[in-house]
């Protein structure tokens, strides 16, 4: 009995967090770019405060203020390029920019590994900060403002996610990869996969920014990016023994575990929206 109350009650609080936090996404993106350029910039900044207090927690001295610093001087970046307020030319920038990390690290004393600790720096960036930064050119893609590609990537994302949680808890028996998540099941990624394509077809039907088969092939990037983004958090979660990248979202974890999807489908994303327009006749 007690276990069905929690199981309840973490549902609920899932839902009422998942609902709270789609709408303020939702209404920053449709409003207009600024408020989109705003909650996104936040949601980056708290995924990389998360992504260093996790590394921390395993013994990586990483240069947090810098890394995160850095992550928010790109997402800045790509904003303002393309909405072309500055030049493209300014992306050079970033080259000298985390180049300065080797420079900090001369004035650490008695660190043991000091280049293992540059290396994680490295990947909150890039692992973090660059996959927002790239959503900036999906969300210009048309040369102009167009909320519909985020609102409609995040939909299927999350129609994903929910249809996996939903058929993986009813119906999950087969493990998908237990080895890194035993609560992963096959029965969950085709649920996920079910709902998510219900939600890119109703989502092509009202949204004409994308032609129809690139929606679906988009919603295809997305299934298995979420799929690969929770196991590859799950590594990492693994690798530091936690259960949850934080408690910020209270049922859904920390920033981390909402967008780890994302974080490997965006690059997939923009490189399909980028080059598909040369496979048209």
């Known amino acids: 009995m007690t276990s ?3 199981s309840y009650s973490n549902i609920v609080q899932r839902l009422i967090t998942g609902l709270a936090g789609a709408a303020v996404i939702m209404g920053c993106i449709v409003y207009n770019p600024w408020t989109y350029f705003a909650v996104f910039l936040f949601i980056t900044i708290m995924t990389m405060v998360e992504f260093y207090r996790l590394a921390g927690m395993d013994g990586m001295l990483v240069q947090k203020t810098f890394g995160t610093l850095s992550g928010i001087i790109i997402f800045c970046l790509s904003f303002l390029i393309e909405q072309e307020h500055i030049s493209a030319r300014y992306y050079f920038l970033i080259f000298p920019l985390v180049s300065c990390v080797y420079m900090i690290k001369l004035y650490k004393k008695f660190e043991r590994k000091p280049f293992t600790n540059i290396a994680f720096t490295f990947l909150g960036i890039f692992y973090v900060a660059v996959p927002f930064a790239l959503l900036n050119i999906a969300a210009f893609e048309n040369g102009f403002y167009n909320y519909e590609i985020m609102v409609g990537c995040l939909i299927i994302l999350w129609a994903s996610d929910t249809g996996a949680y939903f058929a ?3 119906f999950g028996k087969r493990k998908l990869f237990e080895r890194i998540s035993p609560k992963k099941s096959w029965e969950g ?5 079910a ?3 219900v939600f890119t077809g109703i989502i092509a039907h009202y949204f004409h920014s994308l032609p129809l088969w690139q929606w679906f092939v988009i919603a295809i990037i997305i299934i ?8 590859v958090e799950s590594l990492l979660k693994r690798s ?4 949850d990248s934080g408690d910020t979202l209270p049922g859904h974890g920390g920033f981390l575990d909402r967008f780890d999807g994302l974080l490997i489908a965006a690059p997939f994303i923009v ?3 980028e080059i598909a327009p040369l496979w048209q006749p």
Do not use: M, N
């Open 4 to 6: 069905s109350i929690r």
């Open 168 to 170: 993986g808890t009813r």
């Open 189 to 193: 990624a085709v649920g996920g996969a």
């Open 195 to 197: 709902l998510a394509f």
């Open 224 to 231: 298995v990016g979420g799929i690969f983004g929770d196991l």
């Open 240 to 243: 530091i023994e936690i259960k």
């Open 271 to 273: 490189a399909f929206l």
